[in-house]
T-cell receptor, first 115, second 114 residues
């Protein structure tokens, strides 16, 4: 049973380009969460999605960031017109619909570097 | 304003001794607390959790204690092993106990010396 998959593991973009980060949840998990970790910081919640629905996007920056979890395929975190401050590790987590409250299973992360 | 605080960025312990990692929180509505362990270049791995209706939860070498009046929890690892060397994050579940977002501390880097 594969864990949470994220790709790419490393992504380099120049300022102004777009970054697309993918996350495939664990088999049987219908809840996906995205977190961002800046250097020397803890993980900061960005968005919580279920299939085709955004449940909570209170942690998402108002501009340039969007997320989706389509009926088929992985969840996508999209960052448009990236800036240097977007450089961070982006972690995806998933949980089953009937899982223990709060317990989330994390992927290995995508390390985004903006030049 | 940090709702979950881990005030010790690092901790060094001798193999075989006890490791105690501390975490403080400010929101009395938090109802579920978790500890995650993270190795470099990997995602966090769930370690142990505790509901706010309990004051202790034990799993093998790992025990989490919750003091609600002090808004403080701690993770005890005994005996500590070199493989325990990692960054440990304390996290709290958002009010309502839903499967919504987790609020993380900044982490404590544990080094267990052989």
């Amino acid at each position: 049973n594969a864990g949470v998959m994220q790709n790419p593991r490393h992504l380099v973009r120049r300022r102004g380009q777009e970054a697309r980060l993918r996350c495939s949840p664990m088999k049987g998990h219908s809840h996906v969460y995205w977190y961002r970790q800046l250097p020397e910081e803890g993980l900061k919640f960005m968005v919580y999605l279920q299939k085709e629905n955004i449940i909570d996007e209170s942690g998402m920056p108002k501009e340039r960031f969007s997320a989706e979890f389509p009926k088929e395929g992985p969840s996508i975190l999209r960052i448009q017109q990236v800036v240097r401050g977007d450089s961070a590790a982006y972690f995806c987590a998933s949980s089953p619909s009937s899982g223990r409250a709060g317990e989330q299973f994390f992927g290995p992360g995508t390390r985004l570097t903006v030049l | 304003d940090q709702q979950v605080k881990q005030n010790s960025p690092s901790l060094s312990v001798q193999e075989g001794r006890i490791s105690i990692l501390n975490c403080d929180y400010t929101n009395s509505m938090f109802d579920y607390f978790l500890w995650y362990k993270k190795y470099p270049a990997e995602g966090p791995t769930f370690l142990i959790s505790i509901s706010s209706i309990k004051d202790k939860n034990e799993d093998g070498r790992f025990t989490v204690f919750l003091n609600k009046s002090a808004k403080h929890l701690s993770l005890h690892i005994v005996p500590s092993q070199p493989g325990d060397s990692a960054v440990y994050f304390c996290a709290a579940s958002a009010p309502g106990g839903s499967q919504g977002n987790l609020i993380f501390g900044k982490g404590t880097k544990l080094s267990v010396k052989p």
